[in-house]
């Protein structure tokens, strides 16, 4: 819980949240890079508030699950696990028991009968976690049932309870990038004084399947699942020369910021054109009714009417992230989909009609077991 706190607070991934968190015993400042590229500084004060919540919270998860097990307070705990190097960890969970903080100590020195070393304190309790795993499963203790695939690798679980896809691929190094994908850069220009908007390329769907079938990032993973996910790919930027943006506009020849313009001039961002010929005059068309929308429906409770695709493709529930109104570059929840009231992935295909729902999950805690 201390580790995801960190993760949804300053936007980072679990290696670095990691990081983070070890770091505290160190006192001063941390510096570290969120998942956006900035870098940050937070004093050790700053972190360790943001953790405050978070460490009650598993100091009473604990003492809960120490209670279940024992009856009543023991007469002496022994924390074991990277996280029982939290400072203070040792006092709430004293304070939780109601026992004396003396009583409460970080363990070590676990698997002297099973594991040797030259080179490591094997007694640091940061290690119990890897080294009982390690021991488990070389002693044969450790079922394929208990764990999760991720395209056909054995996923980082550094949890137990319930976890979501989303979470689980968070885990083990994605982002949500990976999982909405962007469109290519548009670029903007004025044509003959009036602004115009040429867009890039929509980006390549990600792809999420548990167990064979498609699956939204909000799918709960159970033990033994498979789970296969592909990246998404964002779209390439929207560049063009002159001579196709001659075409675009139907012109022979143009200016770019004043300047007669080559046909392979590259066309910069915010550049003032100007049409300076004309196409011979085409034969009278005959009438035809204008396209009606490729897609109606709504979206967030608002009725949403999308023209038809220039290539006749339909449209994806992706294409209607950037109108939800979510600021996906700092997005801090999951985000919850939904096509007439049931979970979907961004891959969905719509149909006129469709209610999408777009949002962010409301904040909870995931209890341990």
């Known amino acids: 819980m201390p580790t995801e706190a960190l993760m949804r607070a300053y936007l980072v991934d679990f290696e670095t949240a990691e990081r983070i968190k070890t770091g505290l015993a160190e006192g001063g400042s941390l510096e570290f890079t969120d998942v956006l590229g900035l870098p940050q500084t937070q004093t050790v004060q700053e ?3 943001v953790l405050s919540p978070a460490m009650d919270t598993l100091a009473a998860e604990i003492a809960r699950q120490v209670l279940d097990v024992n009856g009543n307070a023991p007469s002496a705990l022994f924390l074991a696990g990277g996280g029982s190097k939290l400072p203070g960890l040792q006092e709430r969970v004293a304070q939780a028991l109601e026992m004396d903080p003396k009583r ?22 940061a290690y119990t976690t890897p080294l009982g795993i390690a021991a488990s499963a070389g002693l044969g203790l450790i079922s394929d049932s208990c764990q999760v695939l991720l395209n056909g690798t054995p996923a980082k679980l550094f949890r137990s309870g319930s976890l979501t896809a ?6 083990n190094g994605y982002t949500y990038s990976d999982l909405l994908g962007r469109s290519g850069k548009p670029l903007s220009v004025k044509v003959d004084g009036k602004p115009r908007v040429f867009h890039g390329e ?30 998404a790919v964002p779209g390439a930027d929207c560049r063009l020369c002159a001579g196709e943006l001659a075409q675009l506009l139907h012109t022979p020849s143009l200016t770019i910021n004043g300047a007669a313009a080559h046909p392979e001039d590259p066309v910069p961002a915010g550049a003032v054109i100007v049409k300076t010929g004309q196409l011979p005059a085409a034969p009278a068309a005959v009438p035809v009714s204008a396209p009606t929308a490729a897609w109606t429906g709504t979206l967030n409770g608002t009725p949403l009417s999308l023209p038809p695709k220039p290539d006749g493709a339909p449209y994806y529930l992706m294409d209607l992230l950037e109108r939800s109104g979510i600021d996906f570059d700092h997005v801090e929840r999951p985000v919850v989909l939904r096509c007439n009231g049931h979970a979907c992935t961004f891959q969905q295909t719509l149909q006129n009609g469709d209610c999408v729902e777009i949002t962010c999950e409301e904040t909870t805690e995931n209890p341990l077991p």
């Open 47 to 49: 972190i360790a508030a």
């Open 104 to 125: 409460v100590a970080v363990a070590g020195n676990h698997f002297a009968n099973t594991v040797y070393s030259d080179t490591l304190d094997l007694n640091d309790p």
């Open 166 to 171: 989303m979470e689980l691929l968070m885990m």
């Open 202 to 231: 929509p980006a390549q769907p990600a792809r999420l399947r548990i167990n064979g079938t498609d699956a939204a990032p909000t799918t709960v993973v159970h033990a033994g699942d498979h789970v296969d996910f592909t990246p």
